[in-house]
Nanobody
Framework: QVQLVESGGGLVQPGGSLGLSCSAS????????IGWFRQAPGKEREALSC????????YYADSVKGRFTVSRDNAKNTVYLQMNSLKPEDTAVYYC???????????????????WGRGTQVTVSS
């Protein structure tokens, strides 16, 4: 059974850091591009970053550029999202997804993703 599972969410104070993981079961992440997304209540799902297979090229949305870093460890079949300088507006459910596509120079559209995790809640609040 193909499954993506996000972990590492929780409550953090503004200005703090949190690291999310996206682990796969039932398939190997290595040949897939992986994206991170978030969805806040009442808002559309937002693409945050993506990392390619192969050379690990990364792209970021302007809203998180310079604060979030995506990386992958193919040996552990896991992709990470390190989030620093968190703000209350970063509060959302965070998702990872896997895509067999890649668009050089830009984030992949949401409809290009084949598999999705169920999400992990991140709350930034004092």
């Amino acid at each position: 059974q193909v499954q993506l599972v996000e972990s590492g969410g929780g409550l953090v104070q503004p200005g703090g850091s949190l690291g999310l993981s996206c682990s796969a079961s039932g398939f190997t992440l290595e040949p897939w591009a992986i994206g991170w997304f978030r969805q806040a209540p009442g808002k559309e799902r937002e693409a945050l970053s993506c990392i390619s297979s192969g050379d690990g090229t990364t792209y970021y949305a302007d809203s998180v550029k310079g604060r979030f870093t995506v990386s992958r460890d193919n040996a552990k079949n896991t992709v990470y999202l390190q989030m620093n300088s968190l703000k209350p507006e970063d509060t959302a459910v965070y998702y990872c997804a896997a895509s067999s596509s890649w668009y050089p120079g830009s984030l992949l559209p949401l409809d290009e993703y084949d598999y999705w995790g169920r999400g992990t809640q991140v709350t930034v609040s004092s």
